[in-house]
């Protein structure tokens, strides 16, 4: 191997090395900062076997430098006469054995009593997580109390369906129920817990909490196909009391939607194009429930509920932002204080959603394309009609 060669040799894997670390350094996705006790857990057995590996690390690196210092070969020695051959020494083999076997019983300890107390069930409310290509549904069932609390009529079932944002209040162990609806997928938000897999026909629990308000992101981490590296979610934690405030306007949302008015406003005109083209995959609650229980023509058997679309701080899997936000990632605001809302990606989503999303519509999978279907008038009034539907959404 010439010099010239192993120089570029050097360089290539000094570029690559690089390429990887850089990888390290996008801040959405950080196990190393972890803000609830699941996540605490998990943290403390990384740092704990880390630092033990470096701790032998150190030790063999260093044992290997002193022997080749030690009985390296002088001048003064016959190269043919060899170092006495001999065959085995007690003494060493149990050090080798012995030293490891009791790290590792040492770590084992630790692991099992962080695998049983991560299997444990949280005293928290449930929440079902439904996987699909690609985007993460979650369906909040109401209690006794909550219905109560709300004043709402005492014989109903009472639930909360909305997609790409999980929503949880501080301070909650909350319960996951995960499923899949199509292929294995796998749910992951780094700062709250581990990796729980989203198996068809299976429920998985997981349990998820936080100590401190704050959006925290997450993806699907069991490869699922075409758009698997746009199937995200975030979990936005807030306060007792504006989850309890979220809670309120969600049902508020599910009370205020309704069938398309027969005036002539752009609303009435695009609740009238919803109703032609879009409610045989999407749920309103209360309104358009064509396709709860699921469509035949989607493999996924449902597509978002947007009975609260508004109410969301993502899209299409966590892809795009429904809000516009600036360089910093923080949010634009009208002169009223108002969120300025993307209309140019949600319009652009609506019109041909496989371009913004790779998906396979034609088998299935994702939303169709409308560019052939809706003029620019039917997607302005389209627009109109969305924005009915719930309030903004509660920050942390
Ligand atoms: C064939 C079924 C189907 C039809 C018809 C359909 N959609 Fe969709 N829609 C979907 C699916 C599936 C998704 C989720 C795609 C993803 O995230 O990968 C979606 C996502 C959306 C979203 C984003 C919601 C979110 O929370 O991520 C909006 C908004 C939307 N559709 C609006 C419409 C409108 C408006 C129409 C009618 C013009 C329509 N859709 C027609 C299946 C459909
Ligand atoms: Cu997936």
């Known amino acids: 191997m010439g010099a010239r060669f192993a120089r570029r040799w050097q360089l290539a894997v000094a570029a690559l090395l690089g390429l990887l670390l850089a990888g390290c350094a996008t801040g959405r996705l950080d196990a190393t900062k972890p803000v609830g006790q699941e996540a605490r857990d998990i943290d403390f057995l990384m740092r704990l076997s880390g630092w033990m590996a470096v701790g032998v690390g150190i030790f063999v690196a260093a044992a290997v430098f002193a022997i080749i210092v030690k009985f390296r070969a002088k001048p003064t020695d016959d190269p043919d006469d060899l170092p006495p051959q001999i065959h085995g020494n007690r003494k060493a083999e149990l050090t080798w054995t012995l030293i490891p076997t009791a790290l590792l019983v040492f770590l084992t300890i630790f692991t099992l009593g962080t695998v049983f107390d991560l299997a444990a069930a949280g005293t928290g409310r449930t929440i079902k997580v439904e996987g699909q290509q690609w985007w993460w549904q979650f369906t909040y069932e109401l209690d006794k109390d909550e219905i109560d609390k709300y004043n709402l009529d005492q014989d109903g079932r009472y639930e909360i369906v909305t997609a790409n944002d999980l929503v949880i209040r501080t301070g909650e162990e909350v319960n996951l129920e995960i499923h899949s609806n199509d292929v294995i997928h796998s749910f992951w938000i780094p700062q709250l817990n581990g990796k729980k897999d989203a198996v068809p026909g299976r429920v998985h629990h997981w349990r998820i909490s936080s100590d401190e308000p704050g959006i925290f992101y997450g993806e699907c981490v069991e490869f699922c196909g075409l758009s698997h590296a746009n199937m995200q979610m975030r979990t936005i934690v807030l306060t007792p009391e504006e989850f309890d405030r979220w809670m309120r306007e969600q ?146």
């Not at 949600?346 to 999978?365: G, T």
């Not at 003029?375 to 969305?386: I, R």
Request: aromatic fraction near 6%; include cysteine.
């Open 251 to 396: 049902l508020a949302g599910q009370a205020a939607a309704q069938v398309a008015p027969a005036d002539e406003s752009p609303e009435a005109a695009g609740a009238a194009l919803f109703e032609t083209h879009c409610i045989s995959c999407h749920v309103v609650d209360g309104v358009y429930e064509s396709a709860a229980g699921g469509n035949a023509n989607l493999l996924a058997g449902i597509a978002p509920n947007l009975t609260n679309l508004m109410s969301r701080t993502a899209f299409a899997g966590a892809l795009y932002e429904t809000y516009q936000t600036g360089p910093d990632g923080a949010y634009l605001r009208n002169p009223d204080g108002s969120l300025k809302l993307n209309v140019a990606e949600l319009r652009e989503w609506v019109r041909n959603a496989p371009d913004m999303k790779p998906a396979r519509a034609d088998n299935q999978q994702g939303m169709l394309d409308f560019s052939e279907v809706l003029t620019d008038q039917d997607l302005d009034n389209l627009m109109a009609y969305l924005q009915t539907l719930g309030s903004p959404p509660v920050l942390p």
